[in-house]
């Protein structure tokens, strides 16, 4: 059996940097769970991509690793394709997981025209010869149209108690301003392990 370690890739640095935001736009909390220090968790995205998949299982996995708490990640342990459920109970169970977070996601995509635009100059004097009028020319700069497309990450979280069996947190979130997937995974999972920790899931 493999030992509940984060993969060796989750201790590269991180190779972007930006202003990815998320917010968590629903979040529901077991009034009845009586949270356990939390010492291992086990990590599974839901994403028909399996690349992606990866990425936001290892940063979900890394940023609860920065909490002090031990993550593995489904693909870390068992080979691609769906999850034998059998073998992950047993695997949770007998390496002492406290917690399994289930991560899906849906990419929303808007799309908006810009129009055109003219950013106006005050004419310069004509005298001075062609160059003047020349110059003029280029304070008028000219602005062409063109469509933009905002795309906005949409995760839902649900983290399971391996003891009790039972959804015991779920969250919603959306993730904008991001360049690439690493960049809104580690958004997203930091977003998530604060909101675990405010919730008072993520006990130690």
């Known amino acids: 059996m493999k030992r509940l370690l984060l993969a060796s890739a989750l201790a590269l640095p991180l190779l972007f940097s930006g202003c990815a935001s998320t917010s ?6 077991d009034p009845n769970y009586v949270a356990v220090p939390v010492k ?6 839901i994403i028909p991509n399996q690349q992606y998949a990866v990425t936001f299982e290892n940063e979900v996995a890394r940023a609860f690793v920065s909490k002090g708490v031990q993550a593995a990640t489904a693909a870390g ?20 997981v ?36 020349y110059g003029y020319g280029y304070g008028a700069v000219y602005s062409p149209g063109y469509y933009s497309e905002d795309v906005t990450v949409q995760a839902e979280t649900n983290v399971y108690g391996v003891a ?21 995974a580690s958004s997203v999972a930091a977003s998530l ?12």
Do not use: C, H
């Open 40 to 45: 291992r968790i086990f990590v599974v995205a």
């Open 77 to 96: 342990i068992f080979p691609p394709g769906a999850l034998d459920k059998e073998k992950v109970t047993q695997y949770v169970k007998e390496n002492d």
């Open 164 to 184: 009790s069996e039972k959804l015991v947190w779920s969250g919603n979130s959306n993730t904008f301003n991001f360049s690439s997937a690493q960049q809104a």
């Open 98 to 133: 406290q917690l399994v977070v289930v991560m899906r996601l849906n990419k929303q995509t808007s799309v908006q025209y810009n129009p055109p635009s003219v950013a106006y100059v005050p004419p310069a004097p004509y005298y001075g010869g062609w160059y003047g009028a």
């Open 193 to 204: 392990v604060a909101d675990l920790a405010k919730s008072g899931i993520l006990v130690k």
């Open 24 to 29: 968590m736009v629903q979040v529901w909390r």
